[in-house]
């Protein structure tokens, strides 16, 4: 899960963090040190390290997270602030999350706005490609249900997080260039043209998928670990959750994979909408994709997943439509 370097005065893209680092070790008890620094993969958002730590109490490592795109930059201190608050409040659950140990959102102290947690373990499986990974139907199942448990957590009217943000509207999809249905398309968009359907909120993850789960054990030992990248925490439906983890299974496994998901969460106990409703918001989501998920792509080729070509996720998003419209509607 990590790449490793030994440069303690930067990163390995020649990025300074000598402030951050200084934030950090002014927070650490005792006689602890940082003896080493490891760039982990697979984030798109912000730039993440492991920290390994020694001191009298022993070895122990800590995450950090740095917003360094600009865009990010601009909008860390509502992201920061919010991860923040959910890792204190899923402090008091039993839902897998890191504890937070320090944050500046604003980067008053930093090269960077940065945010500290504990280090869970576990790491992320995203398969190898191979349609016959046995395991991808056994780790859909853990998802399933451990997204059941986030929607069920009890939040009071102060510790409800913001309401939920479309990533897209009818007027910002764009269709793949090389498409030969373009009437799917047309009709996908109509369906997300009418005003968002009635519904329960419930706590979302908002980004909940299978790069931010971490996993252990294999076969009759497999567990979910962790849950990881709290930063879009919000409040809305279910099915959107479950729409953005079954958009991401479909990508990875194919659009089977896709498709089953709700029903996975619906047999683990979740409730969703139904028929057109339903459909609204697994549109919604998948929509948001086009024309060629290279975005989530990007961190995916870099955790093995080479084959996720655009050309790939181009037809898997095409024919993931397809399906959800002869489905749902």
């Known amino acids: 899960m990590g790449e490793g370097t030994n440069g303690m005065g930067g990163e390995p893209d020649g990025r300074e963090w000598s402030a951050t680092r200084s934030w950090v070790e002014q927070g650490l008890g005792g006689a ?10 697979g984030g798109w ?5 492991r920290l390994d ?9 800590l995450v950090l997270r740095s917003f360094v795109k600009p865009f990010y930059v601009r ?7 919010r991860e923040a608050a959910v890792l204190r409040l899923l402090d008091d659950t039993d839902v897998p999350a890191a504890s937070l140990a320090a944050v500046d959102a604003t980067a008053e102290h930093c090269d960077h706005p940065s945010l500290l947690m504990s280090l869970l373990p576990g790491t992320v499986r995203l398969g190898d490609g191979d349609a016959g990974d046995r395991d991808a139907s056994d ?11 986030i929607h069920r957590l009890p939040v009071t009217a102060p510790q409800r997080p913001r309401p939920y943000q479309p990533w897209t509207s009818p007027e910002r999809v764009t269709p793949p260039a090389t498409t030969a249905r373009p009437e ?6 109509d369906v997300i043209r009418r005003d968002p359907p009635a519904h329960r909120g419930c706590f979302l993850h908002r980004d909940f998928h299978p790069g931010n789960v971490l996993f252990t054990g294999t076969g009759g030992d497999l567990r979910i670990s962790g849950v990881v990248d709290w930063v879009e925490t919000s409040w809305g439906p279910a099915d959107l959750d ?10 990875l496994h194919g659009v089977p994979a896709g498709l089953r998901f709700a029903d996975r969460y619906t047999a683990a106990g979740g409730t969703l909408s139904d028929g057109r409703d339903h459909l609204y918001w697994r549109l919604l989501d998948a929509l948001a994709f086009a024309p060629d998920a290279e975005k989530v792509a990007v961190p995916w080729r870099e955790l093995g ?10 037809h898997r998003l095409e024919d993931y439509v397809e399906a959800l419209v002869e489905r749902y509607a």
């Not at 602890?32 to 993969?41: G, N, T």
């Not at 958002?45 to 390290?49: A, G």
């Not at 799917?184 to 968009?189: C, D, N, T, V």
């Not at 479950?242 to 990508?251: D, E, G, K, Y």
């Open 45 to 49: 958002t912000s730039q993440m390290r």
């Open 32 to 41: 602890e040190r940082i003896d080493r620094v490891v760039r982990l993969r």
């Open 75 to 81: 909008h860390a201190e509502g992201l920061l602030t």
């Open 242 to 251: 479950v729409a953005h983890c079954s958009t991401a299974l479909a990508l």
């Open 305 to 314: 997943r080479v084959d996720l070509t655009p050309e790939v996720l181009t």
């Open 53 to 61: 730590l020694s001191g009298p109490g022993g070895p122990r490592s």
């Open 139 to 149: 780790r859909a199942e853990l998802l399933a249900g451990q997204l059941v448990n």
């Open 184 to 189: 799917l398309w047309r009709r996908a968009i």
